[in-house]
Nanobody
C-alpha cells in the first residue's frame, strides 16, 4: 500500500524558513517523479515544485529562488526547503508521486498518490 506522509509545516513570520518532508513507502520510490502542491482557502490547487526520477527539478515562477525541492532515495523522503517565506505562501502543502512515463510536473492529474497535507502559515 502506497503511503505519503508530510511533516514540517507550521507557523512562521514573513522572511522565515521551513523545511517540509514527505516520507514515502509501498512503492519503488526512486523510479517515481514527485511534486509539491499547495492549496490556499478559496483558491485552486497549484503546483509548487517537482523532481523527476533523475533529479531534474521544476519550480513555479512564484517560488523560484526561494524554494528548493530535493529527495533522498536512501531514505525514501522528499523535501521542500522554503526560504524567504511570504504571507501568500500560506496554504496546505501536499506531496504527490507519479509512476507515469511522461514528466508533467504541475499537472495534478498525472500523479497517482497524494499525502494528507501539512499546513504552512506565514504571518506578516
Amino acid at each position: 500500500q502506497v503511503q505519503l506522509v508530510e511533516s514540517g509545516g507550521g507557523s512562521v513570520q514573513a522572511g522565515g524558513s521551513l523545511r517540509l518532508s514527505c516520507s514515502a513507502s509501498g512503492y519503488t520510490y526512486s523510479t517515481y517523479w514527485m511534486g509539491w502542491f499547495r492549496q490556499a482557502p478559496g483558491k485552486e490547487r497549484e503546483g509548487v515544485a517537482a523532481i523527476d526520477s533523475g533529479g531534474s527539478t521544476s519550480y513555479a515562477d512564484s517560488v523560484k529562488g526561494r524554494f528548493t525541492i530535493s529527495k533522498d532515495n536512501a531514505k525514501n523522503t522528499l523535501y521542500l526547503q522554503m526560504n524567504s517565506l511570504k504571507p501568500e505562501d500560506t496554504a496546505m502543502y501536499y506531496c504527490a508521486a507519479s509512476s507515469r512515463s511522461v514528466y508533467v510536473p504541475f499537472a495534478g492529474g498525472y500523479y497517482n498518490y497524494w499525502g494528507q497535507g501539512t499546513q504552512v502559515t506565514v504571518s506578516s
